[in-house]
């Protein structure tokens, strides 16, 4: 049985805990759920105890710690027996160092071999004057190593019996013809360089992924490599064992749209979605060959509805007062780049910087700018990008968008640093190509647009959003922080938009990659409906606990805000879990700690104020008397992002165990496997009866659900552009607390802002604009009759969504 049309996907996330045989188990139940397609996490061979299969190290084999390919082809044969099918995530950025180096056969090569490999075309090295590889991977600086013996020469320890140099565990293959020399001298003839870890984010010679020295830049863009690393994946996709692609951070690549391309091909036009986080009004480019995003503006747009725009200034202002930090979330987001480029990413922006200078360096009208100034332009121009990558194509003009936006960038990084505004001005031309072409121009826009994406994501994604959230449900992957909800007209035009442009592109709620999940996300919108009230209670809790120091006694207001939020949206939730979230958020923010140099008193400090806290049974009871008055709006913001998700314009995805309320942190918390016994007792109850969502809001969601996905299995046309979407309104005095819309027959109503609404009155004389004709409520079964209208305490009186059927077609 051949699979059908991708329509639907379940994400999981297979380890060796949880291999491919324990997805094999699973398919019954997806199957009965009603998703088209399972949706797994890389499989390829990758590091010894990996938990998310993104650092690869052989591209020739399914991962034996998952099982291997006669494990995926059992799972295949499963999900085939139920009329579904596999979509496979796959990462062809990087590729892993893993821990010991044998194991990556072709970095191996290279260690040996040096640029004379034969894979060193597969990685993106800075090979210039034959520059030894450096590897960051000593503990302390090499005169110490030395001195200690802790790096030694195994003459007859590594493959075949070959020499290697030991650290720890770290192994290196020994250069042949250098055994022999004395330590000192070997390490210095050999084509790497070992070095002290520190020194990754100062002197690097290869791209990495963002700031992890140990994930290796691969070179797609070259044919062979491309064959070589994606043979597997083509085999499976053109054998039908795979039906469709999700593409890991392809704006790290030299050229996205060239690999879609080839992947296109190579794959006979295979369903591919891309990882790409858009920025505000950024579309995706229209000549990349793909289906579209996985969606992590979809998560972003659903969940902005159900936030109150009115609570902004009451959040914004006790957010700064609590911080004693009143600056904008721009002007935070601007330093924070700034610190990650002049720190974190200091060796991605010199090599770049070294690139601009050595093309000034080779014409005598450019020769007049330094390198330092060259330098401290970059940081400033990176800063002032707004996206993940401006899209200049080698020996192609630049289109309109990335000179308009590389003007402006230029325009603000020169009202910066005026005095290096020539320097900003050269960059500026250089990254579109207007000084023509050479192998060095070439490079720099290459690298140019490959650092836009880390500067975005370690700046702003994993630094900005942990220094600035008022409103910690839009501080995510893909969010703005400082959009407090969004006019339904916005909201409106961009689904129509996308039912136009990308049908088929994938629809996230909850991710692997994700802060938050989106039910966490659904109960901190609450705080939006009742601000005034959420502010009395975190300064009770702040005066009934002690407010929260650091290590010093200085007062971190920030944290203690990010803990009450965090307490409240994943409630109930254990010590444990709540301090490694903590921990981890502020060793992002950089502030008191940070990954490459934690300050292990503060954060010891922290854990013992959150566990006395949670050991506080006064204080926990007064936060569960908070979540148990957020629950009417909780209930509501759940079903309503379920609604919308599942039949919005594209495919929608649902992360592992969300088909019932999932209240999970970022990784490795939202990675923790579900519990699928809890998940199986709810669809049962859900079957027996249609349950109550106030009071088994679990079975309400899993019915939900499985309802929508039994729609859109029966509506194929949803998933192209004439699916259509159309703006459904509604009129009285409860019209805002409603966002509805038509897709073919479905007509969608949701309700938000339950506190206000029950403030309100209800919705009292509120209709909404139906069109005439019987109709049947899929979700509770409910029919009605529609002269034109429908009352909304009809629709909407035991359920706060309906999904209606138009009957009679």
Known sequence: MTARPIASTYRIQVTPDRPL??????????ASLGVSHLYLSPLLSSTPGSTHGYDVIDHRSIDAQLGGLDALMTLHEAVRARGMGLVLDIVPNHMAMPVPETLNGALWSVFRDGSASPYARWFDVDWSAERPLLLPVLGHRIDQCLDDGSISVDLAGGPDHCAVLRYGEHVFPVRAGTEQLPLVELLDAQHYRLAYWGLADEELNYRRFFDVDTLVGLRVEDPVVFGDTHALIVSLVRGQVIDGLRIDHPDGLADPRGYLTDLARATGSAWVVVEKVLGRGEEL??????????????????ASVFVDPTARPVLIQGFAQACGDDRSFAAVADQSRRDVLTGLLAAEVDRLGTVAKRICDGDVRLRDHSLRGITAALVELLVAVPVYRVYVHVGQAPGADAVHMLSQAAAAAAER????????????DLALGRHGRSPLKDQFVRRFQQTCGPAMAKGVEDTACFRWFPLVALADVGFDPDSFGISDEQFHSWAARRARTSPRALSAGSTHDGKRSEDVRARLAVLSEAPEQWLASCRAWSLARGALTTATGEPDGRTEWLL?????????????????????AVREAKIHTSWTAPHLPYEAHLAQHVQAALSDQELMSSVAQMVERLAPGFVTN???????????????????GSQIVALALTDPDNRRPPDYDTIRAAAARAAQALPDPASDLDAAKAHLTTTCLALRSARPQL??????????????????????FARDDLTVVVSRWALRLDVAGGFRDTVVHVSAGAWRDAVTGLRHRSPGSLPAKDLLGRWPVAVLVKEGR
């Open 417 to 428: 640093v005026p005095e290096r505004a020539p320097e900003v001005e050269l960059l500026r």
């Open 719 to 740: 998933l192209q552009t004439d699916g259509g979407y159309l703006p459904v309104t509604a009129s009285g005095v409860g019209a805002g607390h409603i966002l509805a």
């Open 564 to 584: 009450w939020q965090t307490l409240v949206g994943a409630w109930p939730i254990s010590a444990p879990r709540i301090v490694a979230h903590l921990t981890k």
């Open 285 to 302: 480019p229209a000549d990349w060959v793909c289906a579209g995003t996985t969606g992590y503006e979809v998560a972003a747009h659903v």
């Open 638 to 656: 759940v079903l309503g992002q379920r609604a919308l998700s599942l039949l919005l314009p594209g495919v929608p995805d649902i992360y592992q």
């Open 21 to 30: 045989s324990a997805v094999v188990e699973l398919v019954d139940d997806l």
